[in-house]
């Protein structure tokens, strides 16, 4: 069976990852306009630095938990899985999975505003670090903002397609073209969250509670 599947923050929150809407989200903390928007990197980067190396060291101390795990032992079994995340973290990496598609980015890279070069973020990152390519001190995470473009749509778009079967686990559904991705999808659809997300509608299947003891189960069935 082919199967797509769209991680969201829940999925890490009980790695102690913090999700963004939810009661004490990330998004109740901060203003997204000024640290998760091209206009607020270009206003005060320093603000956006700070912001993102606390990220990244919070994720440096997280661990994968039994959620990721699963992900990553459904892949090494019989079908064919494309794991696709709105997530910046690297625990589904941490716990196995491979070919992790971020279309939004990852915390752990960098890329030079200037001229494009990629490469593995230092754990605190400066706005005066020069690219290591080009030496203009354009440097900032790759990670994808609001107002910018998701990475690798199209192939993400073929896989959710031509998929028999599409789970989206821990998104609040919230933020497009991640959120709409399931119109997309030809085959059965599954939401694995917390509650009900704002497009729980457009999905024939649910399973509500924690991604720990939900995702464990669903791919235990699956195996
Ligand atoms: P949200 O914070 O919007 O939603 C997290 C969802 O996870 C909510 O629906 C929660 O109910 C659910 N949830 C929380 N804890 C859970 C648990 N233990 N088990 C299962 N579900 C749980 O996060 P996302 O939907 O991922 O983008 O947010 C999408 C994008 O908005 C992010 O990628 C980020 C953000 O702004 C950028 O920064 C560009």
């Not at 390519?133 to 778009?157: K, L, S």
Request: aromatic share 6%; charged share 20%; net charge negative.
């Amino acid at each position: 069976m082919r199967i797509a599947i769209l991680t969201g923050a829940g999925i890490s929150a009980e790695s102690g990852l913090g999700t963004f809407r939810d009661q004490d989200g990330l998004w109740t903390k901060y203003d997204l306009n000024d640290v998760a928007t091209p206009q607020g990197f270009a206003r005060n980067p320093r603000l956006v630095h700070d912001f993102y190396n606390a990220r990244r060291a919070n994720c440096v101390q997280a661990a994968p938990n039994a959620a990721h795990q699963a992900l990553a032992d459904l892949a090494s079994g019989p079908h064919d899985v494309t794991l696709i995340t709105q997530n910046v973290d690297d625990l589904h990496e941490r716990a196995g999975s491979p070919a992790v598609v971020h279309m939004h980015g990852e915390l752990m890279r960098a890329v030079c505003a200037s001229c494009d070069a990629r490469w593995d973020a230092p754990l605190e990152m400066d706005p005066k670090d020069p690219c290591p390519a080009c030496h203009v001190q354009t440097t900032r995470p790759d990670i994808v903002w609001f107002g910018e473009m998701p990475y690798m749509m199209d192939d993400i778009a073929q896989a959710v397609t031509a998929a028999d079967l599409f789970v989206a686990i821990g998104t609040s559904a919230e933020v497009y073209p991640a959120a709409g991705l399931v119109e997309l999808a030809r085959g059965d659809t599954l939401e694995i969250n917390l509650e009900p997300s704002a497009r729980a509608n457009a999905f024939e299947n649910h399973r509500f509670g924690l991604a720990t003891d939900i995702v464990p189960a669903w791919v235990a069935e699956l195996r």
